[in-house]
């Protein structure tokens, strides 16, 4: 009886062995799949996002063989995240006009020449009435022209420089008050600044600028030149009167304002070679004449061609005598675009200095 029980009891055993070993190795067989799943949605993973995985080694778990099974977690796959990509404002910025080399000598700049801002009792063509002034301002804003000082025309025209791609140079002759009152304000709206042109008698008189006020303007980026000492018909006058008109004039202006007075201007646009002469004793490095283009260069130095603007002139005729035109849009409706006039050469080729020339 005793035998068969243990013989039983090795028959039970061995049975129950054959089942465990055959749980085991369903088990491990389960192990291996897992492993091989996990791998394959690893791949597949990093074919979604990018990112390049190493594969770890497979690793294979040795099981002890006893009839007390414990049970091993399966593998479970760590989720790789997508790096999310946060859209950056791209700011638009207006670009800066580039400026180009131009000269030396034959350079584009036009010149515009005003006298006072108002209105006239007698009709005289050389007030400008404020708002067509303003308008002028405006165009000249709207169209991208650049103001540029006389001294950097000069190195343009003697050396070479880089300009903008729209130079002009605005100018004031006698120095009225309009210019300090009205053209001042006017011109700080739109970001331009000025030359003005002081005739050494009048500063400080009723009606004229005095010499805080052209420091003034001078502080906020204007230029000064000299319209001479009492504005009269230089050709007229004999040697010694021309050079007090001329030389005396600029050192005045300079003592007065503690600024440098570098261009001339000739009173009434007229000049002939004694007149000259003493522009460039004084020391001057420009003077200014009148003419009717915006072509520059050696040859007339100092006879600077300058448009002189009158008060009759509507805003198309203003427009006319600007180099380049801009956008329509920014005329008057009513307006139609100009026609650029025809360049002129300039009055005339000189040897030294210009021969008499009146105001055309």
Not at 96 to 106: E, R, S
């Amino acid at each position: 009886m005793v035998e068969w029980r243990q013989v039983s009891i090795c028959r039970f055993t061995a049975l129950n062995r054959r089942r465990i070993e055959t749980i085991i190795l369903f088990i491990n067989q389960m192990k291996q799949l897992i492993i091989l799943l996990t791998l394959v949605i690893s791949i597949l993973l990093t074919a979604c996002s990018g990112t390049t995985i190493v594969a770890a080694p497979i690793v294979t778990a040795e099981i002890d063989l006893s009839p007390t099974l414990t049970k091993t977690p399966g593998a479970t796959s760590t989720p790789i995240s997508t790096p999310t990509v946060t859209p950056t404002n791209t700011i638009t910025s207006t670009p800066t006009p580039t400026w180009v080399a131009q000269g030396p000598d034959a350079v584009v700049v036009p010149i515009l020449l005003y006298h006072r801002l108002g209105t006239s009792p007698t009709n005289n063509p050389y007030y400008i009435p404020p708002e067509k002034f303003e308008e002028q301002m405006k165009l000249l804003h709207d169209w991208e022209y650049t103001v540029i000082p006389v001294e950097l025309l000069v190195k343009a025209i003697t050396e070479g420089a880089d300009l903008p791609p729209r130079p002009v140079i605005i100018t004031f002759d006698d120095g009225d008050i309009s210019v300090y009152t009205t053209a001042f304000p006017i011109m700080q709206k739109y970001g331009l600044t000025g030359v003005t042109y002081i005739v050494g008698n009048y500063m400080g008189t009723e009606g004229y600028m005095s010499p805080d006020q052209l420091k003034e303007l001078v502080a906020a980026g204007w230029e000064m030149g000299s319209h001479s000492r009492s504005h009269r018909n230089l050709t007229k006058l004999e040697s010694a009167v021309q050079r007090m008109e001329i030389v005396q004039a600029r050192k005045v202006l300079q003592e007065a304002t503690g600024d440098q007075v570098l261009s001339f201007a000739y009173p009434f646009g007229i000049m002939n070679s004694g007149v000259g002469s003493y522009v460039h004793f004084a020391g001057y490095v420009a003077a200014m004449g009148l003419g009717f283009t915006p072509d520059q260069g050696k040859n007339n130095l100092f006879w600077l061609q300058r448009r002189d603007i009158k008060g009759e002139y509507d805003i198309k005729r203003f427009a006319s005598y600007l180099p380049w035109q801009g956008d329509p849009g920014f005329m008057p409706t009513d307006t139609p675009t100009p026609t650029p006039t025809a360049s002129r050469t300039p009055i005339p080729t000189y040897t030294l200095f210009s021969t008499s020339t009146t105001q055309p």
